[in-house]
């Protein structure tokens, strides 16, 4: 196996990008989108750690036990209810991927990781670090965490790519989305986002609502991820399933960057 410890690419999935919602049931998984993924990230011979959104897999537990709110024991049976439903999908994708020929293994939140006020405040790096050292691709998910303070939350994926990302230093980040990337309210891609231009474009209207990305907190509270990422010299790219490959190979995929100073043109 490879080691790819040294130069690692963080890989968000999108939640609406692998699975099919249908309404009232916690919908289908796209089983062929997810293996077409596979085979593009083992064709590109990268290193990479995987994180996929929940689609509609957890939400409505989540929902029904109030977990966001804080758990106490009148609501705590609702930890495993969202734990399973959100591992349900988690073994999905990591069989997917592994029948296309990637080292996957599955790593779930609520196995080891703790929270403060919704906030991770304890995660095994060291793990991490030594699946990818093995060439093995860690896939990571939205989950729920024990919370020191509100006994249990819930932990977005994309609270875990900034966090991760940050621990381990990756390379470079890319967001796979059922869209192009970051859209402007007339449907065109915004190319580039930045703390200089991030104000702007929200206070002007440019940046369309949050349907165009599935991630948990709207639109604002992804990009402001993001962007606490370029502080730390890290690029994120936002680009449709189609642009994956062209992403992996360095190559323009049409979509959206945030970036660090230092990557400005």
Do not use: W
């Not at 939640?15 to 089983?31: F, P, Q, R």
């Not at 009148?74 to 399973?84: P, Q």
């Amino acid at each position: 196996m490879k080691d790819f410890s040294n130069k690692l690419t963080m890989l968000k999935l999108g939640g609406s990008v692998i699975t099919d919602k249908v309404a009232g049931e916690s919908g289908n998984i796209l089983h062929d989108v997810l293996f077409a993924i596979g085979q593009e990230i083992a064709i590109s011979g990268q290193g990479v750690i995987i994180v996929h959104g929940a689609g509609s897999y957890g939400h409505p537990q989540a929902a029904q036990y109030r977990i966001q709110r804080g758990v106490t024991a009148e609501n705590a049976k609702g930890i495993y209810a969202v734990h399973a439903a959100v591992s349900e999908l988690n073994t999905a994708v990591v069989s997917a991927l592994r029948n296309a020929g990637i080292e996957a293994v599955p790593v779930h939140p609520f196995h080891g990781m703790n929270a403060k006020n919704r906030e991770l405040c304890e995660y095994p790096v060291a793990s991490l670090k030594e699946m990818c050292a093995l060439g093995l691709v860690p896939v990571l998910h939205g989950d729920v965490v024990m919370d020191l303070i509100r006994g249990a939350c819930i932990v977005s994926g994309d609270q875990l790519v900034r966090v991760f990302s940050q621990a381990l230093h990756v390379s470079q980040v890319g967001i796979v989305t059922n869209v192009p990337g970051v859209l402007a309210a007339d449907g065109s891609v915004i190319p580039e986002i930045s703390r200089e231009n991030v104000d702007a474009l929200f206070e002007s209207g440019t940046i369309a609502g949050s349907a165009g990305i599935d991630v948990t907190g709207g639109m604002r509270g992804k990009i402001e991820e993001l962007l606490s990422l370029s502080d730390d010299g890290i690029c994120s790219n936002l680009f449709s399933k189609e642009c994956l490959s062209a992403f992996l190979k360095g190559e323009n995929h049409e979509g959206t960057v945030i970036r660090p100073a230092h990557c400005q043109d």
